[in-house]
């Protein structure tokens, strides 16, 4: 069984930033994926890191203003989000698959409002 907890969501002015961390344990996995979801809408891949060579995938919107990595000293895959708008206002979830089941963290809450 593999858990994820997600931390560092909150609220922020526009334009500011937040760094989202995904913490996983209990199984090794090769990828780690997040997602958002916002009130009515369906939930959407943000970005993805792949572990054998380090490769990430960033979603257009996101493209030039949040980064996926992960940091080796705290052993999490994380999502620094910077010049936030209000559209990126959502539950952001961080995804594991692993040899076809699907491992969800409970997610973290990112508000951008004035």
């Known amino acids: 069984q593999l858990q994820l907890v997600e931390s560092g969501g909150g609220l922020v002015q526009p334009g500011g930033s937040l760094r989202l961390s995904c913490a996983a344990s209990?199984?090794?996995?090769?990828?780690i994926y997040w997602y958002r979801q916002a009130p009515g809408k369906e939930r959407e891949f943000v970005a993805v890191?792949?572990?054998?060579?380090?490769?990430?995938r960033h979603t257009d919107s996101v493209k030039g203003r949040f980064t996926i990595f992960r940091d080796n000293a705290r052993k999490t895959v994380d999502l620094q989000m910077d010049n936030l708008k209000p559209e990126d206002s959502a539950m952001y979830y961080c995804?594991?698959?692993?040899?076809?089941?699907?491992?969800w963290g409970q997610g973290t809450q990112v508000t951008v409002s004035s």
């Open positions: 890191w792949v572990r054998s060579n380090g490769t990430t």
């Open positions: 995804n594991a698959r692993i040899l076809g089941a699907s491992y």
């Open positions: 209990g199984r090794a996995f090769s990828t």
